[in-house]
Protein backbone atom coordinates (compact mmCIF):
# COMPACT_ATOMS: atom_id res chain seq x y z
CA UNK A 1 0.00 0.00 0.00
CA UNK A 2 1.34 3.39 -1.22
CA UNK A 3 2.32 5.63 1.67
CA UNK A 4 -0.49 8.35 0.02
CA UNK A 5 -3.08 5.49 0.04
CA UNK A 6 -2.25 4.22 3.77
CA UNK A 7 -2.50 8.01 5.37
CA UNK A 8 -6.12 7.98 3.35
CA UNK A 9 -7.38 5.01 5.33
CA UNK A 10 -5.32 6.33 8.70
CA UNK A 11 -7.15 9.32 8.13
CA UNK A 12 -10.77 7.64 7.60
CA UNK A 13 -10.03 5.53 10.65
CA UNK A 14 -9.72 8.57 12.94
CA UNK A 15 -12.55 10.30 11.68
CA UNK A 16 -14.74 7.53 12.33
CA UNK A 17 -13.46 7.08 15.47
CA UNK A 18 -13.66 10.85 16.22
CA UNK A 19 -17.53 11.06 15.13
CA UNK A 20 -17.95 7.63 17.46
CA UNK A 21 -16.44 9.76 20.19
CA UNK A 22 -18.58 12.74 19.25
CA UNK A 23 -21.70 10.86 18.83
CA UNK A 24 -21.02 9.06 22.51
CA UNK A 25 -20.34 12.59 24.36
CA UNK A 26 -22.93 14.59 26.03
CA UNK A 27 -24.05 17.58 24.78
CA UNK A 28 -21.73 19.81 26.57
CA UNK A 29 -23.31 23.09 24.82
CA UNK A 30 -26.68 21.98 25.94
CA UNK A 31 -25.71 20.20 29.18
CA UNK A 32 -23.78 23.88 30.01
CA UNK A 33 -26.82 26.25 28.15
CA UNK A 34 -27.32 29.47 30.45
CA UNK A 35 -30.45 29.00 32.91
CA UNK A 36 -32.89 30.61 32.22
CA UNK A 37 -36.83 30.80 33.73
CA UNK A 38 -38.27 31.36 37.22
CA UNK A 39 -40.12 27.88 38.74
CA UNK A 40 -42.33 28.28 41.69
CA UNK A 41 -43.74 26.25 44.85
CA UNK A 42 -46.03 26.86 47.08
CA UNK A 43 -45.42 24.89 50.11
CA UNK A 44 -47.56 23.75 52.95
CA UNK A 45 -44.86 25.10 56.17
CA UNK A 46 -43.08 27.94 56.81
CA UNK A 47 -39.68 28.02 55.74
CA UNK A 48 -37.30 28.86 58.95
CA UNK A 49 -33.71 29.55 58.79
CA UNK A 50 -32.30 26.41 60.79
CA UNK A 51 -33.19 24.74 57.55
CA UNK A 52 -30.39 26.72 55.51
CA UNK A 53 -27.58 24.54 57.91
CA UNK A 54 -26.74 21.58 57.38
CA UNK A 55 -25.72 21.40 60.79
CA UNK A 56 -29.34 21.95 62.59
CA UNK A 57 -31.31 20.01 60.14
CA UNK A 58 -32.30 16.26 61.65
CA UNK A 59 -33.22 12.73 59.66
CA UNK A 60 -36.47 13.58 58.96
CA UNK A 61 -37.49 14.55 55.18
CA UNK A 62 -39.11 18.52 54.76
CA UNK A 63 -35.78 20.15 55.49
CA UNK A 64 -33.91 18.14 52.47
CA UNK A 65 -35.79 19.99 49.53
CA UNK A 66 -33.67 22.81 51.03
CA UNK A 67 -30.82 20.69 51.52
CA UNK A 68 -30.94 19.33 48.20
CA UNK A 69 -30.72 22.93 46.25
CA UNK A 70 -28.37 24.85 48.23
CA UNK A 71 -25.97 22.12 49.52
CA UNK A 72 -24.33 18.85 48.54
CA UNK A 73 -22.92 15.43 50.56
CA UNK A 74 -20.20 13.47 50.09
CA UNK A 75 -22.95 10.91 49.24
CA UNK A 76 -26.27 10.71 48.77
CA UNK A 77 -29.54 9.42 47.11
CA UNK A 78 -29.87 9.94 43.66
CA UNK A 79 -32.19 8.62 40.61
CA UNK A 80 -31.68 4.43 40.85
CA UNK A 81 -28.93 4.35 43.34
CA UNK A 82 -30.07 5.31 46.70
CA UNK A 83 -25.90 5.32 47.72
CA UNK A 84 -24.60 7.49 44.88
CA UNK A 85 -21.03 9.48 44.88
CA UNK A 86 -21.21 12.98 45.08
CA UNK A 87 -18.43 15.43 46.79
CA UNK A 88 -16.51 12.24 47.38
CA UNK A 89 -15.76 10.36 44.15
CA UNK A 90 -15.20 7.25 45.63
CA UNK A 91 -14.53 5.16 48.90
CA UNK A 92 -13.34 2.05 50.32
CA UNK A 93 -14.01 -0.15 53.36
CA UNK A 94 -10.90 -1.51 55.57
CA UNK A 95 -10.57 -5.61 55.96
CA UNK A 96 -12.10 -5.00 59.57
CA UNK A 97 -14.66 -2.85 58.47
CA UNK A 98 -13.77 -0.05 61.30
CA UNK A 99 -12.25 2.37 58.68
CA UNK A 100 -13.86 4.10 55.76
CA UNK A 101 -11.94 6.72 53.51
CA UNK A 102 -13.49 8.75 50.93
CA UNK A 103 -11.34 10.62 48.12
CA UNK A 104 -12.94 14.03 47.61
CA UNK A 105 -13.72 15.44 44.16
CA UNK A 106 -11.01 18.74 43.23
CA UNK A 107 -11.42 21.78 42.11
CA UNK A 108 -15.06 22.56 43.69
CA UNK A 109 -15.75 25.64 45.02
CA UNK A 110 -18.37 27.04 46.95
CA UNK A 111 -20.58 29.79 46.11
CA UNK A 112 -18.47 32.18 47.69
CA UNK A 113 -15.14 30.98 45.86
CA UNK A 114 -13.69 29.22 49.05
CA UNK A 115 -12.13 25.77 47.95
CA UNK A 116 -13.64 22.94 48.90
CA UNK A 117 -11.66 20.22 50.72
CA UNK A 118 -11.26 17.08 53.62
CA UNK A 119 -11.44 20.54 56.16
CA UNK A 120 -15.07 21.11 55.66
CA UNK A 121 -16.03 17.25 55.88
CA UNK A 122 -14.30 16.76 58.78
CA UNK A 123 -16.01 20.23 60.22
CA UNK A 124 -19.34 19.24 59.31
CA UNK A 125 -19.44 15.79 60.70
CA UNK A 126 -19.02 17.43 64.07
CA UNK A 127 -21.68 19.93 63.62
CA UNK A 128 -24.19 17.61 62.67
CA UNK A 129 -26.90 18.06 65.32
CA UNK A 130 -29.04 15.21 64.91
CA UNK A 131 -26.35 12.87 64.56
CA UNK A 132 -26.18 11.70 68.31
CA UNK A 133 -25.75 7.56 66.80
CA UNK A 134 -23.45 8.10 64.41
CA UNK A 135 -21.39 10.36 65.95
CA UNK A 136 -21.03 7.88 69.25
CA UNK A 137 -19.76 5.64 66.74
CA UNK A 138 -17.00 7.21 64.89
CA UNK A 139 -14.08 7.42 66.87
CA UNK A 140 -11.89 9.65 64.42
CA UNK A 141 -12.10 11.66 61.82
CA UNK A 142 -8.71 11.75 60.38
CA UNK A 143 -7.49 14.39 57.15
CA UNK A 144 -5.35 12.32 55.21
CA UNK A 145 -4.88 15.06 52.67
CA UNK A 146 -7.08 17.74 51.07
CA UNK A 147 -8.77 15.56 49.60
CA UNK A 148 -8.62 12.61 51.59
CA UNK A 149 -10.46 12.08 54.26
CA UNK A 150 -10.32 8.70 56.63
CA UNK A 151 -13.30 7.76 59.49
CA UNK A 152 -11.92 5.65 62.19
CA UNK A 153 -14.85 3.46 63.87
CA UNK A 154 -14.91 2.30 67.58
CA UNK A 155 -16.20 -1.46 65.77
CA UNK A 156 -17.59 -3.18 62.72
CA UNK A 157 -20.89 -0.94 62.29
CA UNK A 158 -22.84 -2.33 58.97
CA UNK A 159 -24.94 1.20 59.17
CA UNK A 160 -22.19 3.88 58.59
CA UNK A 161 -23.02 4.71 54.95
CA UNK A 162 -26.67 4.30 55.84
CA UNK A 163 -26.60 6.88 58.77
CA UNK A 164 -23.95 9.30 56.86
CA UNK A 165 -24.81 8.58 53.37
CA UNK A 166 -28.77 8.77 53.10
CA UNK A 167 -31.30 11.61 54.53
CA UNK A 168 -31.18 9.66 57.70
CA UNK A 169 -28.34 12.24 59.10
CA UNK A 170 -27.59 15.48 57.68
CA UNK A 171 -24.06 14.45 58.97
CA UNK A 172 -22.96 13.99 55.53
CA UNK A 173 -23.80 17.35 53.90
CA UNK A 174 -20.83 19.95 53.73
CA UNK A 175 -20.64 23.70 54.97
CA UNK A 176 -18.20 25.83 54.17
CA UNK A 177 -15.61 25.97 57.54
CA UNK A 178 -13.95 29.15 56.70
CA UNK A 179 -16.50 31.45 55.76
CA UNK A 180 -18.82 30.19 58.87
CA UNK A 181 -15.82 30.86 61.31
CA UNK A 182 -15.40 34.18 59.51
CA UNK A 183 -19.26 35.30 60.02
CA UNK A 184 -20.57 32.80 62.63
CA UNK A 185 -23.55 30.67 62.63
CA UNK A 186 -26.47 33.23 63.02
CA UNK A 187 -24.76 35.42 59.80
CA UNK A 188 -24.22 31.74 57.96
CA UNK A 189 -28.13 31.15 58.52
CA UNK A 190 -29.03 34.41 56.92
CA UNK A 191 -26.90 34.00 54.49
CA UNK A 192 -26.27 30.33 53.65
CA UNK A 193 -23.13 29.71 51.35
CA UNK A 194 -22.98 25.78 50.04
CA UNK A 195 -22.04 23.80 47.28
CA UNK A 196 -25.34 22.66 45.73
CA UNK A 197 -26.83 23.41 42.04
CA UNK A 198 -28.82 26.64 43.46
CA UNK A 199 -27.45 29.74 45.88
CA UNK A 200 -28.91 31.90 48.15
CA UNK A 201 -30.86 35.05 47.08
CA UNK A 202 -32.97 36.13 49.73
CA UNK A 203 -35.49 34.63 52.46
CA UNK A 204 -39.06 36.61 53.69
CA UNK A 205 -39.49 34.79 57.01
CA UNK A 206 -43.19 33.12 56.69
CA UNK A 207 -43.29 34.31 52.86
CA UNK A 208 -40.42 32.67 50.36
CA UNK A 209 -37.12 31.75 49.88
CA UNK A 210 -35.67 32.72 46.43
CA UNK A 211 -32.64 30.54 44.98
CA UNK A 212 -31.00 31.07 41.69
CA UNK A 213 -28.43 28.59 39.54
CA UNK A 214 -25.13 28.23 40.27
CA UNK A 215 -23.70 27.70 37.07
CA UNK A 216 -20.54 26.12 38.57
CA UNK A 217 -22.30 23.13 40.20
CA UNK A 218 -19.52 20.63 39.50
CA UNK A 219 -22.64 17.74 38.43
CA UNK A 220 -25.08 19.86 35.60
CA UNK A 221 -25.93 23.32 35.53
CA UNK A 222 -29.67 23.62 36.59
CA UNK A 223 -32.05 24.30 33.41
CA UNK A 224 -34.40 26.64 35.36
CA UNK A 225 -32.54 29.98 36.14
CA UNK A 226 -34.56 31.11 39.72
CA UNK A 227 -36.59 28.78 42.57
CA UNK A 228 -39.27 30.29 44.13
CA UNK A 229 -40.76 28.39 47.44
CA UNK A 230 -43.16 30.19 48.88
CA UNK A 231 -44.51 29.32 52.50
CA UNK A 232 -48.50 28.73 51.59
CA UNK A 233 -50.11 26.97 55.00
CA UNK A 234 -53.71 26.53 53.18
CA UNK A 235 -54.23 23.96 51.06
CA UNK A 236 -57.29 25.81 49.65
CA UNK A 237 -54.93 28.33 48.83
CA UNK A 238 -52.12 26.66 47.13
CA UNK A 239 -54.90 25.19 44.91
CA UNK A 240 -55.71 28.50 43.81
CA UNK A 241 -52.50 29.79 43.00
CA UNK A 242 -52.00 26.92 41.05
CA UNK A 243 -54.83 27.54 38.83
CA UNK A 244 -54.10 31.31 38.71
CA UNK A 245 -50.56 31.02 37.23
CA UNK A 246 -48.75 32.27 40.91
CA UNK A 247 -47.11 28.94 40.79
CA UNK A 248 -45.63 26.52 38.78
CA UNK A 249 -46.20 23.18 41.85
CA UNK A 250 -48.41 22.90 44.44
CA UNK A 251 -47.21 20.43 47.04
CA UNK A 252 -49.73 18.37 49.02
CA UNK A 253 -52.94 18.97 48.19
CA UNK A 254 -56.12 18.01 50.50
CA UNK A 255 -58.48 15.39 48.58
CA UNK A 256 -61.18 18.04 47.62
CA UNK A 257 -58.95 20.26 46.10
CA UNK A 258 -56.97 17.24 44.04
CA UNK A 259 -60.37 15.81 43.07
CA UNK A 260 -60.76 19.68 41.66
CA UNK A 261 -57.49 19.60 40.23
CA UNK A 262 -57.98 16.53 38.65
CA UNK A 263 -60.86 17.57 36.19
CA UNK A 264 -58.67 20.55 35.09
CA UNK A 265 -57.49 19.93 31.38
CA UNK A 266 -54.26 22.51 31.83
CA UNK A 267 -53.33 21.36 35.23
CA UNK A 268 -51.67 17.44 35.94
CA UNK A 269 -52.23 15.62 39.04
CA UNK A 270 -49.14 13.67 40.41
CA UNK A 271 -48.38 11.47 43.65
CA UNK A 272 -44.98 11.25 45.31
CA UNK A 273 -43.92 9.88 48.48
CA UNK A 274 -44.05 6.69 50.26
CA UNK A 275 -41.53 7.25 52.92
CA UNK A 276 -43.34 8.93 55.74
CA UNK A 277 -45.31 6.76 57.90
CA UNK A 278 -47.93 8.00 59.54
CA UNK A 279 -48.69 6.05 63.29
CA UNK A 280 -50.71 6.88 66.49
CA UNK A 281 -48.17 7.24 69.30
CA UNK A 282 -49.31 6.57 72.93
CA UNK A 283 -47.25 8.58 74.66
CA UNK A 284 -48.08 8.16 78.30
CA UNK A 285 -48.38 3.90 77.99
CA UNK A 286 -45.02 4.03 80.42
CA UNK A 287 -46.95 5.56 83.02
CA UNK A 288 -48.28 2.63 85.08
CA UNK A 289 -51.23 4.62 85.96
CA UNK A 290 -52.15 5.56 82.01
CA UNK A 291 -54.99 3.81 80.52
CA UNK A 292 -52.25 3.42 77.68
CA UNK A 293 -50.27 1.01 80.06
CA UNK A 294 -52.34 -2.09 79.24
CA UNK A 295 -51.83 -3.44 75.91
CA UNK A 296 -55.94 -4.26 75.55
CA UNK A 297 -56.27 -0.47 75.33
CA UNK A 298 -53.61 0.37 72.60
CA UNK A 299 -54.81 -3.02 70.94
CA UNK A 300 -58.56 -1.42 70.67
CA UNK A 301 -57.26 1.86 68.89
CA UNK A 302 -55.48 -0.66 66.57
CA UNK A 303 -58.82 -1.94 65.84
CA UNK A 304 -60.59 1.02 65.92
CA UNK A 305 -59.10 2.79 62.75
CA UNK A 306 -60.60 2.22 59.05
CA UNK A 307 -57.22 2.90 57.73
CA UNK A 308 -58.06 2.04 54.08
CA UNK A 309 -61.09 5.10 54.33
CA UNK A 310 -58.32 7.38 55.79
CA UNK A 311 -56.16 6.29 52.60
CA UNK A 312 -59.25 7.41 50.64
CA UNK A 313 -60.24 10.23 52.34
CA UNK A 314 -56.79 11.88 52.99
CA UNK A 315 -54.78 11.21 49.56
CA UNK A 316 -57.12 9.77 47.22
CA UNK A 317 -56.84 6.51 48.41
CA UNK A 318 -53.13 6.57 47.25
CA UNK A 319 -51.49 5.73 50.44
CA UNK A 320 -50.93 2.12 51.28
CA UNK A 321 -52.28 0.68 54.54
CA UNK A 322 -49.80 -0.86 56.78
CA UNK A 323 -49.06 -2.88 60.09
CA UNK A 324 -45.10 -1.46 60.46
CA UNK A 325 -43.83 1.87 61.50
CA UNK A 326 -41.48 0.77 58.47
CA UNK A 327 -41.86 1.08 55.13
CA UNK A 328 -42.04 -2.54 52.86
CA UNK A 329 -39.80 -1.18 50.41
CA UNK A 330 -36.68 -0.52 52.92
CA UNK A 331 -33.91 -3.29 54.02
CA UNK A 332 -34.52 -5.61 56.36
CA UNK A 333 -38.53 -4.85 56.91
CA UNK A 334 -41.03 -6.91 58.12
CA UNK A 335 -44.08 -6.97 56.19
CA UNK A 336 -46.97 -6.79 58.55
CA UNK A 337 -50.17 -6.29 58.02
CA UNK A 338 -52.66 -4.11 60.21
CA UNK A 339 -54.66 -5.18 62.68
CA UNK A 340 -58.51 -5.39 60.89
CA UNK A 341 -60.84 -2.42 61.25
CA UNK A 342 -63.31 -3.74 63.69
CA UNK A 343 -65.15 -1.20 66.49
CA UNK A 344 -66.89 -4.13 68.22
CA UNK A 345 -63.60 -5.82 69.29
CA UNK A 346 -62.07 -2.86 69.97
CA UNK A 347 -64.91 -2.03 72.41
CA UNK A 348 -64.82 -5.59 73.86
CA UNK A 349 -60.64 -4.96 74.74
CA UNK A 350 -62.02 -1.94 76.56
CA UNK A 351 -64.44 -3.56 78.76
CA UNK A 352 -61.75 -6.21 79.53
CA UNK A 353 -59.37 -3.74 80.40
CA UNK A 354 -62.04 -1.77 82.85
CA UNK A 355 -63.22 0.49 80.69
CA UNK A 356 -66.66 -0.79 79.28
CA UNK A 357 -67.88 3.58 79.17
CA UNK A 358 -64.68 4.25 77.80
CA UNK A 359 -62.50 7.14 79.57
CA UNK A 360 -60.99 10.99 78.52
CA UNK A 361 -58.18 10.34 77.34
CA UNK A 362 -56.52 13.97 76.90
CA UNK A 363 -54.82 15.73 73.85
CA UNK A 364 -54.59 14.47 70.74
CA UNK A 365 -51.67 16.25 68.60
CA UNK A 366 -51.62 16.01 64.77
CA UNK A 367 -48.53 15.90 63.14
CA UNK A 368 -48.38 19.73 61.83
CA UNK A 369 -50.29 20.29 58.98
CA UNK A 370 -52.21 17.40 58.89
CA UNK A 371 -55.33 18.46 61.09
CA UNK A 372 -57.66 16.47 59.26
CA UNK A 373 -55.77 13.11 60.08
CA UNK A 374 -56.29 14.35 63.34
CA UNK A 375 -59.86 15.17 63.12
CA UNK A 376 -60.26 11.92 61.63
CA UNK A 377 -58.89 9.76 63.97
CA UNK A 378 -60.21 11.58 67.09
CA UNK A 379 -63.08 10.63 65.34
CA UNK A 380 -62.49 6.64 65.49
CA UNK A 381 -61.59 7.22 68.94
CA UNK A 382 -65.08 8.54 69.75
CA UNK A 383 -66.85 6.14 68.29
CA UNK A 384 -65.70 3.51 70.76
CA UNK A 385 -65.89 5.73 73.53
CA UNK A 386 -62.34 7.75 74.10
CA UNK A 387 -63.09 11.19 74.09
CA UNK A 388 -59.70 13.00 72.84
CA UNK A 389 -59.77 16.91 72.75
CA UNK A 390 -57.64 17.66 69.15
CA UNK A 391 -54.66 20.43 69.72
CA UNK A 392 -53.09 21.76 66.68
CA UNK A 393 -49.68 23.27 67.05
CA UNK A 394 -47.55 25.46 64.93
CA UNK A 395 -44.55 22.95 63.39
CA UNK A 396 -41.64 24.25 64.79
CA UNK A 397 -43.31 24.25 68.37
CA UNK A 398 -44.65 20.99 67.75
CA UNK A 399 -41.01 19.60 67.45
CA UNK A 400 -39.94 21.34 69.71
CA UNK A 401 -42.24 19.87 72.56
CA UNK A 402 -41.93 16.66 71.33
CA UNK A 403 -38.44 15.91 71.10
CA UNK A 404 -38.35 17.64 74.61
CA UNK A 405 -40.77 15.06 75.65
CA UNK A 406 -43.45 17.93 76.85
CA UNK A 407 -46.34 16.34 75.23
CA UNK A 408 -48.95 14.48 76.94
CA UNK A 409 -51.70 11.98 75.96
CA UNK A 410 -52.18 10.97 71.79
CA UNK A 411 -49.68 12.04 68.92
CA UNK A 412 -50.89 11.86 65.39
CA UNK A 413 -47.24 11.18 64.45
CA UNK A 414 -45.16 10.78 60.96
CA UNK A 415 -41.68 9.04 61.08
CA UNK A 416 -39.87 10.05 57.89
CA UNK A 417 -36.57 9.42 58.42
CA UNK A 418 -34.61 7.62 55.75
CA UNK A 419 -32.41 4.50 55.32
CA UNK A 420 -33.30 1.12 56.17
CA UNK A 421 -35.46 -0.48 59.14
CA UNK A 422 -32.69 -0.08 61.78
CA UNK A 423 -31.97 3.74 61.03
CA UNK A 424 -36.30 4.39 60.81
CA UNK A 425 -36.80 2.85 64.24
CA UNK A 426 -33.38 4.93 65.75
CA UNK A 427 -34.65 7.63 67.38
CA UNK A 428 -38.45 6.28 68.28
CA UNK A 429 -37.98 2.82 69.49
CA UNK A 430 -34.84 2.27 71.87
CA UNK A 431 -35.24 4.15 75.23
CA UNK A 432 -32.42 7.06 74.26
CA UNK A 433 -34.32 7.71 71.24
CA UNK A 434 -35.20 11.11 70.83
CA UNK A 435 -38.75 11.14 70.19
CA UNK A 436 -38.96 7.97 72.89
CA UNK A 437 -41.04 8.78 76.02
CA UNK A 438 -40.03 5.10 77.15
CA UNK A 439 -39.06 1.49 75.79
CA UNK A 440 -38.22 -1.99 76.57
CA UNK A 441 -35.29 -3.46 78.06
CA UNK A 442 -35.30 -6.64 75.84
CA UNK A 443 -36.01 -4.55 72.46
CA UNK A 444 -33.21 -2.59 73.62
CA UNK A 445 -30.47 -5.00 73.90
CA UNK A 446 -32.14 -6.59 70.10
CA UNK A 447 -31.76 -3.00 68.72
CA UNK A 448 -27.62 -2.99 70.15
CA UNK A 449 -27.32 -6.83 69.08
CA UNK A 450 -28.12 -5.73 65.22
CA UNK A 451 -26.33 -2.53 65.20
CA UNK A 452 -22.75 -4.60 65.73
CA UNK A 453 -23.82 -7.52 63.46
CA UNK A 454 -22.12 -7.72 60.11
CA UNK A 455 -24.08 -10.80 58.74
CA UNK A 456 -27.04 -9.06 56.85
CA UNK A 457 -28.78 -12.18 57.54
CA UNK A 458 -28.55 -12.61 60.90
CA UNK A 459 -29.18 -8.61 61.18
CA UNK A 460 -32.69 -9.24 59.38
CA UNK A 461 -33.49 -11.72 62.03
CA UNK A 462 -33.04 -9.48 64.81
CA UNK A 463 -34.70 -6.63 63.07
CA UNK A 464 -37.64 -8.39 62.11
CA UNK A 465 -37.80 -9.93 65.36
CA UNK A 466 -37.92 -6.31 67.00
CA UNK A 467 -40.52 -5.02 64.70
CA UNK A 468 -42.53 -8.20 65.00
CA UNK A 469 -42.99 -7.41 69.36
CA UNK A 470 -43.62 -4.08 68.39
CA UNK A 471 -47.00 -5.34 66.61
CA UNK A 472 -47.53 -7.87 69.16
CA UNK A 473 -47.38 -5.61 72.22
CA UNK A 474 -49.45 -2.99 70.28
CA UNK A 475 -47.07 0.07 70.85
CA UNK A 476 -48.03 2.05 68.04
CA UNK A 477 -51.09 1.95 66.05
CA UNK A 478 -49.47 2.40 62.23
CA UNK A 479 -51.77 3.92 59.78
CA UNK A 480 -50.72 4.07 56.25
CA UNK A 481 -47.36 4.97 53.86
CA UNK A 482 -48.17 8.33 53.25
CA UNK A 483 -48.59 8.84 49.37
CA UNK A 484 -49.78 12.76 48.56
CA UNK A 485 -51.33 14.54 45.87
CA UNK A 486 -49.52 17.64 44.48
CA UNK A 487 -50.60 20.20 41.55
CA UNK A 488 -48.30 20.33 38.58
CA UNK A 489 -49.06 23.56 36.12
CA UNK A 490 -48.83 23.88 32.64
CA UNK A 491 -45.44 25.63 32.58
CA UNK A 492 -43.27 22.87 33.59
CA UNK A 493 -41.53 20.29 31.45
CA UNK A 494 -40.19 18.34 34.35
CA UNK A 495 -41.65 19.26 38.15
CA UNK A 496 -38.57 15.94 39.20
CA UNK A 497 -41.22 14.13 41.74
CA UNK A 498 -39.84 10.98 42.40
CA UNK A 499 -37.02 10.62 40.08
CA UNK A 500 -35.45 9.49 43.67
CA UNK A 501 -37.85 6.93 44.79
CA UNK A 502 -39.33 7.15 47.46
CA UNK A 503 -38.31 10.44 48.39
CA UNK A 504 -41.59 12.68 47.90
CA UNK A 505 -40.35 16.54 47.15
CA UNK A 506 -38.92 17.31 43.11
CA UNK A 507 -34.94 16.50 43.60
CA UNK A 508 -32.39 16.63 42.41
CA UNK A 509 -33.18 20.31 41.49
CA UNK A 510 -30.88 20.49 38.83
CA UNK A 511 -33.27 18.25 36.70
CA UNK A 512 -36.50 20.24 37.08
CA UNK A 513 -37.19 22.04 33.74
CA UNK A 514 -40.09 24.17 32.65
CA UNK A 515 -41.27 24.04 28.94
CA UNK A 516 -39.64 25.97 26.06
Known amino acids: MSPTRRLLVVSRCLFFVTALLAAAAPDRAGAQAKPEGEMRWALYVSLVPAWF ?27 GNLLTPSLAESWKVSADQKVYEFKLREGLKFHNGDPFTAEDVRFSFYRAKGAKVLQQKVRDVEIV ?32 KKYIEQVGVDAFKKNPVGLGPYKFVSHTPGVELVMEAYEGYWRKTPSVKRLVYKSVLESTTRAAMLKRGEVDLAYLLDAPQALELKRDPNLKLAFSGGI ?4 LDFLDQWDPKSPWHDRRVRLAVNHAIDRQALSDAETLGASRVTGNIVPAKFEFALPLEPYPYNPAKARQLLAEAGYPNGFDAGELYPWPPYSSMGEAVGGYLGAIGIKVKLRTMERAAFYSALASKKLKGLCVCINAVYGNAASRIAETVPSEGAFAYGGYPDIDALYKQQGRETDPKKREVLLHQIQRQLHERARFAPIMDYIWPSGVGPKVAEPALMLIDPYPWSAPLEEVRLKK
Open 145 to 176: GPYRVRFHLHEPWPDFLTFYGTYATSAGWIAP
Open 53 to 79: DPAEVVGVLTPFWVMTAMHDALVKPMP
Open 276 to 279: GTFY
